[in-house]
């Protein structure tokens, strides 16, 4: 090639980056000029459309208000191809549009990607975990596997010679699929340590009546669902004579999760 050859080359390289670098600014600039609290449609590159009320533009993420109350959908910002105002003649077009709702009580088979434990986890800690299988409906798969899930523990108690059982529960609140992030409801997944010794529920004065169901189903194994120890116990001064075992959730551990609200997902 010669040296004007070479030349024509790169003018025209830089041309094309600064058409892309243009084009870009003028998407980031639209989205920045749409007001707070104006509906709108976002089309993500692999044909995901989200629609609803503005609620904020970040540099990274682009946050609207979900149809249910006080849910929120998050779209990343760089895999955004389309952001449009939702016009009231836009409304009558849902035809072109394919909705998909996923119903409640959708059991979701997640890998746990968070260690936990009853003596070291602490409430509100940041609960990770994936998609083991996807979720299909129809034959159509609708959330591919590896997807992610995210929460938070809302309730732990660590093991002592006055209780003698430990406790753990924690909940999903947010599914991450390809580029967009939804407010998803869970039932919360419960568990409580084991006695240590067959005769502490008599140590503590608990009656017949001694279990409550708080469990939640995980990996499909008996006795995942554990009885929590109720009844005349407390306020005895009776102290078990040993500690009792801590909870141990492996990273990797399988669980089974409910889903407690549909989750409604629109594509092209």
Do not use: W
């Not at 609207?64 to 959908?73: D, I, K, M, Q, V």
């Not at 059982?165 to 947010?174: I, N, P, S």
């Not at 529920?201 to 995942?224: D, E, H, N, Q, R």
Request: with cysteine; aromatic share 2%; net charge positive.
């Amino acid at each position: 090639m010669t040296r004007v050859g070479r030349q024509h080359r790169a003018v025209l390289g830089s041309v094309a980056i600064a058409l892309a670098l243009s084009a870009a600014c003028a998407r980031a600039e639209a989205i920045d000029e749409i007001p707070a609290g104006t509906e709108v449609t976002v089309v993500t590159q692999d044909g995901t459309l989200v629609r609803g009320k503005l609620a904020k533009v970040e540099a990274d993420v682009v946050t609207l208000s979900g149809e249910r109350p006080n849910a929120t959908t998050e779209v990343s910002r760089n895999h955004i191809a389309e952001v449009t105002r939702v016009k009231p003649a836009d409304r009558d077009r849902e035809a072109v549009v394919r909705t998909i709702t996923i119903p409640d009580n959708t059991v979701l088979d997640v890998t746990l990607g968070t260690a936990l434990a009853s003596d070291r986890s602490r409430v509100e800690e940041r609960v990770r975990g994936t998609l083991a299988s996807p979720v299909v409906l129809d034959g159509a798969t609708i959330i591919p596997a590896g997807s992610t899930l995210t929460g938070h523990v809302t309730h732990v108690d660590d093991s002592d010679k006055v209780k003698g059982r430990a406790e753990l529960a924690f909940r999903f609140t947010r599914l991450t699929a390809g580029s967009v992030t939804y407010d998803i409801d869970t039932k919360p997944l419960s568990f409580v340590a084991e006695s240590t010794k067959k005769d502490d529920a008599v140590k503590i004065g608990v009656g017949t009546a001694a279990g409550a169901l708080i469990g939640a189903i995980s990996g499909g194994k008996k006795g995942a669902a554990i009885g929590s120890a109720i009844g005349a116990g407390a306020g005895t001064g009776v102290v078990l004579a040993t500690d009792g075992k801590e909870i141990r959730l492996a990273e990797g551990r399988k669980l089974k999760v409910s889903l407690t609200n549909p989750l409604t997902i629109r594509t092209k």
